[in-house]
């Protein structure tokens, strides 16, 4: 299939997706990558999903700020942590939080740059201090997948497959690197320029999220399916895709596996990559990227977007 085999199928002006929604056609596409180093991308051939609906952005704070007026929802950093999740902690280190990033120092251990930091959660990505005023069209940040799945079920919604996520993310184009072609762009997306974790000279505007849309969008209308934040699908993760070769609708495996976090939580996949991803380190801002995320934590860099299943 070439670059643009299945780009010219969609029609979005007899669309029956609600406003925000783009509309996906059915088609057959191979998932996955086997041109990177990362043994996890394997890909699978041969892969249909039916169509669908998706939003056109990542869910904002705004957006998430109705949910919480409407429903009085609490997100998972917001509550104390459970002596049952966790006996051995004493009392004072129960208090809600989240995992923050700070710019890393030099000498300092792999993920010294990731910070547990009491009083951060989606209305305060940095700590007790910090607030989402004037940043009510960027994307919520600090979502665990529970968080996620009520809002989705508040919306009549649902959170992508990896296989549709990563469909509608290549936006009709079939085997390029990047949303827009295979060549990396500084200016395509929100991502990390300078050297990761050290330094970051924003060529892009930004040095954490950025509003969303600020970017071009995708073949489908779709925006910052590259970068900004990372994004949950509903996928447990498992290195490659054998499970989803010649299948339909493929939903991934039936158990979580990743060999780099040897745990018993079940982790989910998730896709897109973040303004945290750079060259040097990561480099995960491509669509057959993933990397796995444990459904009880929020970060500063993951988010979500959702899909309205047509059939």
Not at 41 to 63: G, H, L
Not at 195 to 201: A, G, H
Request: aromatic residues 12%; contains cysteine; charged residues 20%.
């Amino acid at each position: 299939m070439n670059s643009t085999a299945f780009a010219a199928t969609i029609d979005t002006t007899q669309s029956n997706c609600p406003q925000e929604m783009a509309l996906i056609p059915e088609g057959s596409f191979k998932i996955g990558s086997d041109n990177s180093s990362f043994v996890e991308e394997q890909s699978a051939e041969n892969v249909t999903v039916t169509s669908f609906c998706i939003d056109k952005y990542e869910v904002t704070n705004a957006q998430f700020t109705q949910f919480v007026q409407a429903t009085g929802y609490v997100t998972v950093a917001e509550r104390p942590l459970s002596k049952e999740e966790f006996p051995d902690l004493p009392d004072e280190q129960r208090s809600p939080g989240s995992l923050v990033f700070q710019i890393a120092k030099p000498g300092e251990s792999f993920l010294s740059w990731w910070h547990w930091t009491t009083g951060a959660n989606w209305q305060h990505p940095f700590g007790p201090d910090s607030a989402i005023a004037a940043k009510e069209n960027h994307p919520v940040v600090h979502i665990a997948y529970e968080d996620a799945a009520a809002y989705a079920k508040w919306a009549g919604k649902s959170l992508p497959t990896e296989a549709q996520w990563e469909y509608a993310a290549r936006g009709g184009l079939d085997n390029t690197t990047y949303i827009w072609g295979n060549q990396y762009s500084e200016k395509k997306a929100n991502t990390w320029q300078g050297i990761f974790p050290f330094f970051n000279i924003t060529s892009d505007g930004y040095l954490g999220t950025a509003p969303v849309g600020s970017f071009e969008p995708n073949g489908y209308g779709l925006y910052d399916m590259a970068g900004n934040v990372w994004e949950l699908t509903i996928d447990w993760f498992a290195l490659g895709h054998n499970s989803k070769t010649h299948s339909m609708n493929p939903t991934g495996p039936k158990q979580s596996f990743d060999p780099n976090k040897p745990t018993e939580i079940a982790l989910h996949v998730i896709k897109g990559g973040s303004y945290l991803c750079a060259p040097n380190y990561c480099s995960r801002y491509r669509p057959a990227a993933r990397e796995s995320q444990a459904p009880d934590t929020g970060t500063t860099h993951i988010g979500f977007r959702l899909v309205k299943n047509l059939k």
